[in-house]
């Protein structure tokens, strides 16, 4: 089971940018999805989580500006960024809790995808 996220890239302050991340491989079924980020030198940091049913929650400092979604049809979750500022240059990871199929039994793991950089200028 892979996680691949893409999207990244530089934008300037104000700017948007919209992040994907899709899930390939044996999936019984994806439980969270969640995206977070890390600054060179600092903890990784959750961004925005949602669950299965849709349920979303997110960092106080991206709140009201990113949306976090996702297609449970295609394994995919999204980060949409708007009015971006450079404090949100940092690699962005997607992380997933997934339940794979092994045989005939069902097994769960916490997944995370290589991560991919957010750089925004002032």
């Known amino acids: 089971v892979l996680l691949q996220a893409y999207g990244g890239g530089l934008a300037q302050a104000g700017g948007s940018l919209r992040l994907s991340c899709a899930a390939s491989?044996?999936?019984?079924?994806?439980?969270?999805m969640a995206w977070y980020r890390q600054v060179t030198g600092k903890e990784r940091e959750v961004v925005a989580t949602?669950?299965?049913?849709?349920?979303?929650s997110y960092a106080d400092s991206v709140r009201g500006r990113f949306t976090i979604a996702r297609d449970n049809t295609a394994n995919n979750v999204y980060l949409q960024m708007n009015s971006l500022k450079p404090e949100d240059t940092a690699v962005y990871y997607c992380?997933?809790?997934?339940?794979?199929?092994?045989?005939?039994?069902?097994?769960?793991?916490?997944?995370w995808g290589k991560g991919t950089l957010v750089t925004v200028s002032s």
């Open positions: 992380h997933a809790e997934i339940q794979y199929l092994n045989g005939d039994q069902v097994h769960g793991m916490d997944i």
């Open positions: 491989g044996n999936i019984f079924n994806i439980n969270d």
């Open positions: 949602i669950t299965r049913a849709d349920a979303t």
